[in-house]
């Protein structure tokens, strides 16, 4: 197979054949293939591998609760028909995931993880063990919304209830991104257990926001969840900010587009950030800066162009005569970043780029060069195709795959780098489960035909799990029903 890297167009590689450049099936038989194999040899039941030291990894995002690289890729597996595998995934959390434990998680990432992961194995399979698990959770997460103002704690101890907030957040706040990136999962479990308080939780959030003054229409990072008053005045497409956004946008496109508040806020949304963040480099990159207090910082993170493709995606619901300027700013954002991998020796992309100090698209601190196995990028790429059948965009997913295949694929998996602008690798030793839920699904999504989860029918939660829309005569079904 590496022959095959080195002449894609010989198309016969390790006895499989590529019959085209672009093939999904490498990104499922080479590449999921290795990394779940390795995971389940090394770390089977633990929440990450460590490619490298080949054993398993943990994070305190999730507490102790387990297996997050498995219930992250069911549905990866399942959308790649690896039988098996997603067999043996589903026997994993049947006997095995368990929440009945005292541990003290991340909101978000449980959320956008466990609950997105179970909600899509679901929908995809049929399974009820999946629903039965995923509506389990969200119960177990509700007493993270028990502030003065309903903005939920980004840190909860599922046994005691007891939650509470980074401390190195501003003022004791939460942040925007986690508790503005609980919409659609909770929306889904309201729909699935017919219980309305988990829509009710998020439907508060979006009271709360519509009541605030916006800084410039813009929305600060920081919020106190007991005095209901913005911290600093940070603003950010990137982290802390980033996904609450492309969940405004997808509450609507979910709803099967009856959402309005969501869409007016987004739209309302992307017009301040279009005044006061996006710029142009003098070499022409467009760039979405950070705000802070009203000051540009012109950095742009590997997060932040993940809005790309949000912005493409959302062309369709804008005023007729920007449709063509939203595709245009998702081409130019999915440029620049495109151009943040090109200008690194490993031609992945750095956490953090800068347009300043006479450098374009390029880290420049030390502690900006890593690369931690993110989809961003690809997400970008992948939505890009879908909406325009531009090319380039599958031969710049290809570049990805080669530059992952040469510097992150080890015996024991697939690792991070420490400088992507370095002549050799220096592996971080750790297989993000984003990897699998993300990453390799988008490159498997962008080399596949465009029928494979339609964008008609369905959303990705911002860990890449599809959740069907809601279509209006869905929910008449089930009244009808009852
Ligand atoms: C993922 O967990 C999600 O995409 C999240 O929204 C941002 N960070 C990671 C991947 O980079």
Redesign the pocket.
């Known amino acids: 197979f590496l022959l095959c890297l080195e002449y894609p167009q010989v198309g016969v590689c390790c006895g499989f054949l590529l019959n085209q450049h672009y093939n999904p099936a490498f990104v499922s038989l080479q590449m999921m293939k290795h990394a779940w194999d390795n995971y389940k040899r090394y770390a089977w039941g633990l929440n990450e591998l460590k490619p490298i030291s080949k054993q398993g990894h943990s994070s305190n995002l999730f507490g102790n609760i387990q297996g997050a690289t498995i219930v992250d890729a069911l549905d990866t597996l399942f959308i790649m028909e690896m039988k098996e595998e997603f067999k043996e995934a589903k026997e994993w959390v049947e006997k095995n995931l368990d929440f009945n434990v005292n541990a003290e998680i991340s909101v978000f990432?449980v959320n956008?993880?466990f609950v997105g992961g179970l909600l899509s194995a679901y929908y995809l399979s049929g399974e009820e063990v999946f629903r039965k698990k995923a509506v389990e959770l969200g119960e177990k997460l509700l007493p993270a919304f028990n502030t003065p103002t309903g903005i939920p704690w980004a840190l909860l101890n599922i046994k005691s209830g007891i939650g509470r907030n980074w401390p190195w957040a501003s003022g004791g706040s939460s942040i925007l991104?986690e508790f503005g990136?609980l919409h659609l999962e909770f929306v889904h479990l309201s729909h699935l257990s017919g219980n309305p308080v988990f829509a009710e939780k998020v439907m508060n959030i979006r009271k709360v926001l519509n009541r605030l003054d916006k800084p410039e229409g813009l929305y600060p990072n920081y919020l106190n969840p007991s005095s209901g008053q913005w911290g600093q005045h940070h603003v950010s497409i990137g982290?802390l900010g980033?996904?609450f956004y492309?969940y405004l946008l997808k509450a609507w496109l979910m709803s099967d587009k009856t959402d309005e508040d969501g869409k007016k806020m987004y739209y309302d949304a992307v017009q301040a950030i279009e005044t006061h963040l996006i710029r142009k480099s003098s070499g022409g990159l467009t760039y979405i800066a950070e705000w802070k207090g009203g000051l540009l910082e012109h950095k742009m993170g590997?997060?932040t162009c993940?809005a790309g493709g949000m912005f493409a995606l959302g062309a369709d619901g804008a005023p007729s005569d920007k449709t063509g300027h939203h595709i245009e700013l998702g081409a130019e954002i999915a440029r620049t970043c495109h151009e943040s991998y090109d200008r690194t020796r490993m031609k992945l992309g750095p956490e953090a780029f800068r347009f300043d100090g006479g450098v374009e698209a390029i880290a420049t601190r030390q502690n900006e060069k890593y690369y931690?196995l993110?989809?961003?990028v690809i997400?970008t790429y992948m939505y890009m195709w879908r909406l325009t059948h531009d090319p380039k965009y599958r031969e710049w997913g290809w570049e990805a795959v080669e530059a992952l295949e040469k510097h992150c694929r080890v015996d024991g998996g697939y690792s991070g780098l420490r400088d992507v602008y370095n002549n050799h690798e220096s592996h971080d030793d750790v297989q993000?489960s984003?990897f699998l839920s993300?990453t390799l699904k988008y490159l498997y999504l962008l080399f596949s035909e465009d029928d494979l989860l339609p964008f008609e029918h369905w959303v990705f939660n911002?860990?890449?799990h599809p959740l069907p829309v809601l279509h209006k005569d869905d929910g008449n079904k089930e009244e009808n029903q009852k």
């Open positions: 990432e956008i993880r991104a990136t982290g980033d996904s492309e590997h997060l993940f931690i993110r989809p961003e997400e993000q984003f993300e911002t860990e890449a």
